[in-house]
């Protein structure tokens, strides 16, 4: 595969890509039937976080995730889309194929009440005491559109640093991030096919709206990033405090 420079400097620009089609159709079946076991069958049970609700598990999932699912199925390391998601990650962040940290992530939308993904950015999670350069590579395996929560970008957020964030709602007990004052920029939603992916550097601010239709919304989500580098005066997170 070979990435055109034009892509990797508006990647740099825009802080964001619509990449096309990353999975065949019989590939996103395949990962669909994995999806449904392992957030239906209980096989992940102790795998499984909702990002939007209290953390003790409490209450109906509102927006179930699993990381690293790989360690449960570990044919998802073979796929086509994991294959070519690390090829536009060598190419965009500029590293060489053993150079690249990575790990997988799955997020379900539920039909019907899946709720909104508050903006933030996703090296707002990340420990400040390590610096990377990071991009997360999003694809849907229905069409993604404005109605089931496609994702939103700030453009040229990522050139900004972290912004104030704070736990969902100010309430310590649900872990998903959000920002304090989210951004007042140009936005562009990117809708996309079953399949096809979007990618975005971990520094810019993005926002999926709830899942207003009535089949869930699945993503599989891969995280690519250089090798972390200590960081000699880190800047504060204190969301990221024990609480
Ligand atoms: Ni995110």
């Given at each position: 595969?070979?990435?055109?420079?034009?892509?990797?400097?508006?990647?740099?620009?825009?802080?964001?890509?619509?990449?096309?089609?990353?999975?065949?159709?019989?590939?996103?079946?395949?990962?669909?039937?994995?999806?449904?076991?392992?957030?239906?069958?209980?096989?992940?049970?102790?795998?499984?976080?909702?990002?939007?609700?209290?953390?003790?598990?409490?209450?109906?999932?509102?927006?179930?995730?699993?990381?690293?699912?790989?360690?449960?199925?570990?044919?998802?390391?073979?796929?086509?889309?994991?294959?070519?998601?690390?090829?536009?990650?060598?190419?965009?962040?500029?590293?060489?194929?053993?150079?690249?940290?990575?790990?997988?992530?799955?997020?379900?939308?539920?039909?019907?009440?899946?709720?909104?993904t508050p903006w933030h950015q996703d090296e707002a999670y990340f420990d400040p005491r390590w610096r990377l350069r990071g991009l997360t590579v999003w694809?849907?395996?229905?069409?993604?559109?404005?109605?089931?929560?496609?994702?939103?970008?700030?453009?040229?957020?990522?050139?900004?640093?972290?912004?104030?964030?704070?736990?969902?709602?100010?309430?310590?007990?649900?872990?998903?991030?959000?920002?304090?004052?989210?951004?007042?920029?140009?936005?562009?939603?990117?809708?996309?096919?079953?399949?096809?992916?979007?990618?975005?550097?971990?520094?810019?601010?993005?926002?999926?709206?709830?899942?207003?239709?009535?089949?869930?919304?699945?993503?599989?989500?891969?995280?690519?990033?250089?090798?972390?580098?200590?960081?000699?005066?880190?800047?504060?997170?204190?969301?990221?405090?024990?609480?």
């Amino acid at each position: 595969m070979t990435v055109h420079a034009e892509l990797v400097d508006r990647f740099h620009e825009t802080g964001f890509l619509s990449l096309g089609a990353l999975s065949d159709a019989t590939e996103v079946r395949w990962l669909i039937d994995v999806f449904d076991v392992l957030f239906g069958s209980g096989l992940a049970d102790g795998s499984i976080l909702d990002i939007a609700g209290p953390g003790d598990g409490t209450g109906a999932r509102r927006l179930p995730q699993i990381l690293r699912p790989e360690n449960l199925v570990p044919e998802l390391m073979d796929t086509g889309y994991r294959r070519r998601a690390k090829e536009w990650a060598q190419a965009l962040l500029g590293v060489p194929d053993d150079e690249l940290t990575w790990f997988g992530h799955m997020i379900l939308k539920p039909a019907c009440d899946g709720v909104e993904t508050p903006w933030h950015q996703d090296e707002a999670y990340f420990d400040p005491r390590w610096r990377l350069r990071g991009l997360t590579v999003w694809m849907p395996l229905e069409d993604a559109t404005v109605h089931n929560g496609c994702l939103h970008f700030a453009v040229g957020s990522h050139r900004q640093g972290v912004r104030p964030h704070r736990h969902i709602g100010g309430r310590r007990d649900i872990r998903g991030l959000e920002e304090v004052a989210p951004p007042h920029g140009r936005v562009v939603a990117c809708p996309v096919p079953a399949g096809h992916a979007t990618v975005h550097d971990v520094r810019t601010a993005h926002y999926a709206g709830p899942n207003r239709t009535d089949r869930p919304r699945r993503a599989y989500v891969h995280v690519f990033g250089t090798a972390a580098e200590p960081v000699t005066d880190p800047e504060p997170r204190p969301w990221l405090d024990p609480a």
